[in-house]
Every structure is written in structure tokens, then in C-alpha cells.
């Protein structure tokens, strides 16, 4: 009894109120007024406006993250928005910039490609000018040719053959016609000697050493050999062709640039472009050495009984000797294209002019046409 008595003693009386204050603050919870906080972003969770670069499987990286070899030295952004950079850490990781957070770098770019420089247009190959003319005997053609080797004919002259498109060591000088006009022969600078039709062929000096170009060549009269003279006068004679001296080795005060041969005397003359004449058992009807030119001479021509002759300069102004005849010429007028040689017409006793683009000037003499 006793022992009941403590423990009924023990318990404590609670009011009715406090049952029911108790009741109503247990039974309506508080709710906050205020809007409920936002959830944050687990981390390693894909942002795709705010992290780059990611990884195989979507997500964003974080700082300490081992990065690929091809990401070495690139920025990106973290999840957290931190700026990283995959860089050599115990193997290559990304980690913080040094300049920890802030504003986030820009993505990176893709390298600039340069522009490529324009490959230049290969230029066209020079057009090969013309060199010299040839006339056929009768006087009712001539030939032209050019640097490379084409020969061109006009008037009653034939096409017998040409050097163009095949190797040529050095540029063709000069055309000259065989004794009936069956033929003709070419000669190149280095002394190459290139004979068609009835043109026989009696040496040459192709790959042998010269002290100076070949510039020019003349038949002798039966057509059974020539001479080729040299820039510096040198004469080379072949076949039938007989060597009557030469200015090879003598001082000059300009280049020879042209032989003819006198056929009455079995000589030659050779002119230089200062005007100057060289007679080898050949008669001597004058000159223009010492006097002014306006422009160098650049060929000649015998008339065709052989006791005259003219030369012809690049302005196209001719110099006539001995019983050769004035008829006109060129040195008055504008060219198109400097002259580069000159033939006789031995039907008429007149002459041609040529051109280096190809136009004939004909002086009481036909024109066959222009190359």
C-alpha cells in the first residue's frame, strides 16, 4: 500500500487547457510565408550553358579530373562555374586557373586556318620574234623564220621543213637560200647548222667552243658549202667555202651582226652595228663606221650583180653603197616591232625589210605578205 501511495503521489495533474493548446499546436504545422529556397545542383551534374568541356559520358569535369592528351593547355569551366585548365599534374588534369573563379573564359575556338596564298599564273612563254628572210632567186618569194626554228614562205618559195618544236641548244640567227632555191639552211647562235631540201650539209660549229655567238650565214655561189661569222668577226668556212681572213681577234668598236658573200670574187663582207664594213678579197664600197646612227644596223644584202650593197638598221633606216639602189625605207615612220634583216629582190633590184613580229616591207619590190 505504501508503495502504491508514492507512486500515485508521483504523478503530476495536467490541466484540460494545456491538453488542448497542446493538441492545436501539434495538430496545424507552421508553414513559412517565404518562397521555399531553390534545390542546388548536385555536383558533376551536366550544365550545358555554364561547363565545357565534357566528358565521354555528358557530365561536367571537376578540378583534379584527369584529362585527355588533346585537351593539354585548354581552359574550360568546371560544374561549379570555376575556370580549369587541363594541365600536368601527376599525369595531366584539370585544375584550377590561377586566378581561381570569376567570370568564365571564353570557349575555345578552332584554330584559324591562314588563307592560302594565291598560286600565280605560270606567264605565257615569250613569243619567238622573227630573225631573218631569205629570198628565192627568181625574186617571187622569200622565207622568214624565227627563234625557235619555224620557217614560214611566201610568194613561190617552199615549205621544206622546220626547226620549231624540236630542241634547239641555242636560238636561230638566220635563213639563207640555196643557189636554185631547192633549199635553204638555218643557223643557231652557238654555230648549229640545220640544212633542208636540196641544202647540203658541211659541218657546222654546234658543241664546239666559240669566243663568241654566231650571228650570221652565207653560201658560196654553187651552193657547195658557207661561211658562218661570229659576233666578235670570226669566220668559220665550210664545203667549198674559202677562208679569206676574218676580224676574229682584232679589236672592234661594236659586234659584227652580218656576212654577205660577193660572188664575183669568191669573198665576203662582213658589217658590224656601228655601220662598219670588213672586206675580204672583196671590193670595198663604203661604210657608216664613225659616222652617228640613230639605231644600230642590224643585216645586209649584195645587190645581185655583186658590186653594191646595203644594211638596214633596227629604226628600219637603210644605208645603200656601190651600185646598190635607194628605194624607201622605214626610218621615217613608227614600227611595231624592231627590224631585224633584210633580202634582195634580184628580179626587181629592190628589197625586203623584216620585221621581229613578222611584217614585210617591201621597197620596188613585191610583197608575198606578212609571217
Not at 196 to 225: C, E, R, W, Y
Request: glycine share 16%; proline share 9%; net charge negative.
Amino acid at each position: 500500500m505504501k508503495r502504491l501511495e508514492a507512486i500515485r503521489a508521483s504523478c503530476v495533474t495536467i490541466p484540460t487547457a494545456g491538453l488542448l493548446a497542446v493538441g492545436f499546436a501539434t495538430a496545424v504545422p507552421s508553414v513559412s510565408s517565404a518562397s521555399a529556397s531553390p534545390q542546388s545542383t548536385p555536383a558533376g551534374s551536366v550544365d550545358a550553358t555554364s561547363c565545357y568541356p565534357l566528358t565521354d559520358g555528358g557530365n561536367c569535369y571537376e578540378p583534379g579530373e584527369f584529362c585527355r592528351k588533346a585537351t593539354a593547355g585548354v581552359t574550360g569551366v568546371a560544374g561549379d562555374g570555376e575556370s580549369i585548365v587541363c594541365e600536368t599534374n601527376d599525369g595531366l588534369r584539370w585544375e584550377p586557373t590561377s586566378g581561381g573563379g570569376g567570370s568564365a573564359p571564353p570557349p575555345p575556338t578552332s584554330p584559324s586556318v591562314p588563307t592560302p596564298a594565291p598560286v600565280p599564273t605560270p606567264a605565257a612563254p615569250p613569243t619567238p620574234q622573227f630573225t631573218g628572210m631569205a629570198s628565192t632567186p627568181t625574186g617571187n618569194g622569200y622565207w622568214l623564220v624565227t627563234s625557235d626554228g619555224r620557217v614560214s614562205a611566201h610568194g613561190n618559195a617552199a615549205a621544206l621543213g622546220t626547226m620549231s618544236g624540236r630542241p634547239l641548244n641555242a636560238p636561230i640567227n638566220h635563213i639563207v637560200a640555196s643557189a636554185d632555191g631547192g633549199g635553204y639552211w638555218l643557223v643557231a647562235a652557238d654555230g648549229g647548222t640545220f640544212a633542208f631540201g636540196d641544202a647540203g650539209f658541211f659541218g657546222s660549229m654546234g658543241g664546239k667552243p666559240l669566243n663568241a655567238p654566231v650571228v650570221d650565214i652565207a653560201p658560196t655561189s654553187d651552193g657547195q658549202g658557207y661561211w658562218l661569222v661570229g659576233a666578235d668577226g670570226g669566220i668559220f668556212a665550210f664545203g667549198d667555202a674559202y677562208f679569206a681572213g676574218s676580224m676574229g681577234g682584232h679589236p672592234l668598236n661594236a659586234p659584227v651582226v652580218g656576212i654577205a658573200a660577193d660572188y664575183s670574187s669568191g669573198g665576203y663582207w662582213e658589217v658590224a652595228t656601228d655601220g662598219g664594213i670588213f672586206a675580204f678579197t672583196a671590193p670595198f664600197y663604203g661604210s657608216m663606221g664613225g659616222q652617228p646612227l640613230n639605231r644600230p644596223i642590224v643585216g645586209m644584202t649584195p645587190t645581185a650583180d655583186d658590186l653594191g650593197y646595203w644594211f638596214v638598221a633596227s629604226d628600219g633606216g637603210l644605208f645603200s653603197f656601190g651600185d646598190a639602189g635607194f628605194y624607201g625605207s622605214e626610218g621615217a615612220g613608227p614600227l611595231a616591232a624592231p627590224i631585224v634583216g633584210m633580202a634582195t629582190d634580184r628580179s626587181t633590184g629592190g628589197y625586203w625589210m623584216l620585221s621581229a613580229d613578222g611584217t614585210v616591207y617591201a621597197f620596188h619590190a613585191t610583197n608575198f605578205g606578212s609571217a
